[in-house]
């Protein structure tokens, strides 16, 4: 049924583009290409990354850039992108690759560009990871070796409204009712493996969590963009898959009206999205539907939602991979022409981890996961990051 209803959506959305428009009448809408990629452009050490995207030569940096010029997308999110005061590093990426011809691609121009600081890094005091030793990146507000590693960037050709932004950085897990946090298996007491000391300044996000809202024509779509933790690296707790799971179900309830009233930004702000606001979620959600590690149904809190349309991007390459790589990908009962995410062959396999979903109210009308097949021209992008960009293009009436 919803795979019928996304082809007469899209037939609706094509006849109205090509339509001829009287001069003066208003327009019926507009096109506009959506994406998310992980671009593995993170460092190992602050600084590094303003450092390689200050000249125009770095290699991954390129790969990374003609990716995005051969996509073409109108609004990206770009996760594992290291935070950089001021725009700073954003301006650099910008500047030095993406306004330049990569590998004959054509050069791609976005006026308008978003980072805020990330939960990555900033150090807690607490021996979060109980390793017995204070510091490092398990001990962090979310894993990093520094502050602003593996931050969030977002690219726009349609204005950001700066002022209307929110933020979710600060937001305590301890503050969604019913959270599931993780639990000791040494002790009777549940959902204990943090103390209370530990629980009054352990933040939800391990990035952040940003409502921008997008001006379209006359209309706003609010761009919804998150990075959970990975559900993995922790031990029979679970931590990271709690968190994960967690987080996905902070954006689930952000968008649903009544469940998101505990909610609170970064100034004090309190409330969801409210139900007349049309969205698309776009993030690395690290949580495929059925395959990987993660709390069973995670992501279909967000994917399954009211208000959520869920247009299923694939590719042909993701089915090639999966055949080709074998190991983990043998057992998998997600179809591989979902997948986003390549890993390790032996454990987890190719996942389906990155999402664009669209709200009821706007018309996803063509999508693709940016996989080429082996031994086409293309190719040699599949190494520019372990995931791979996903696109939807969605008319906005």
Do not use: C
């Not at 037939?11 to 009287?22: D, G, R, S, W």
């Not at 992501?299 to 349309?309: F, G, N, T």
């Amino acid at each position: 049924m919803r795979k019928a209803l996304f082809s007469l959506l899209s037939v609706a959305a094509l006849l109205l583009t090509v339509m001829p428009v009287e001069a003066g009448a208003a327009s019926f809408g507009t096109n506009v290409r959506f994406a998310t990629f992980n671009a593995s452009l993170n460092r190992a050490h602050a600084g590094e990354l303003l450092a390689d995207l200050s000249t125009p030569d770095n290699a991954q940096a390129r790969e990374a850039a003609e990716v995005i010029q051969r996509n073409r997308p109108d609004v990206l999110l770009v996760n594992e992108f290291d935070y950089v005061p001021g725009n700073a590093a954003a301006n650099a990426f910008r500047a030095n690759y993406l306004q330049r011809g990569q590998h004959g691609a054509r050069p791609i121009d976005f006026p308008y560009a978003y980072t805020a600081p990330s939960n990555t890094g900033v150090p807690t005091g607490y021996d979060l990871d109980r390793n017995g030793v204070v510091g490092g990146g398990n001990d962090a507000q979310g894993f990093g070796e520094f502050e602003g590693q593996y931050g969030m960037l977002v690219l726009s050709k349609y204005p950001i409204d700066i002022a209307g932004a929110r933020t979710f950085q600060h937001f305590r897990w301890q503050d969604m009712p019913g959270a599931m946090l993780p639990d000791d298996p040494a002790t009777p007491a549940p959902r204990d493996w943090y103390s209370a000391p530990e629980l009054t300044l352990l933040r939800l996000s391990s990035k952040s969590h940003w409502d921008l809202p997008i001006r379209v024509g006359k209309g706003t779509v609010h761009f919804l963009v998150s990075h959970p933790t990975p559900p993995s690296f922790d031990g029979p707790e679970d931590r990271n898959g709690t968190r994960n799971h967690d987080e996905i179900r902070f954006m689930a309830d952000y968008v649903t009206p009544g469940r998101g009233g505990y909610i609170y930004d970064d100034a004090g702000k309190r409330g969801g999205l409210p139900a007349t606001e049309r969205f698309v979620v776009a993030g690395d959600n690290n949580s495929d539907p059925i395959d990987g590690d993660s709390v069973p149904g995670a992501i279909d809190q967000l994917r399954l939602s009211p208000r959520v349309l869920d247009p299923h991007p694939g590719s042909a390459g993701g089915v090639v991979a999966s055949r080709q790589q074998g190991g983990a990908n043998a057992g998998h009962r997600t179809d591989p022409f979902f997948d986003t995410g390549d890993f390790a062959d032996k454990a987890p396999g190719n996942l389906r981890t990155d999402y664009v979903l669209p709200s009821r109210g706007l018309i996803p009308w063509w999508g693709e996961v940016f996989w080429p097949l082996p031994g086409s021209d293309l190719a040699r992008l599949n190494d520019a990051s372990d995931h791979h960009l996903v696109r939807e293009d969605v008319f906005v009436p």
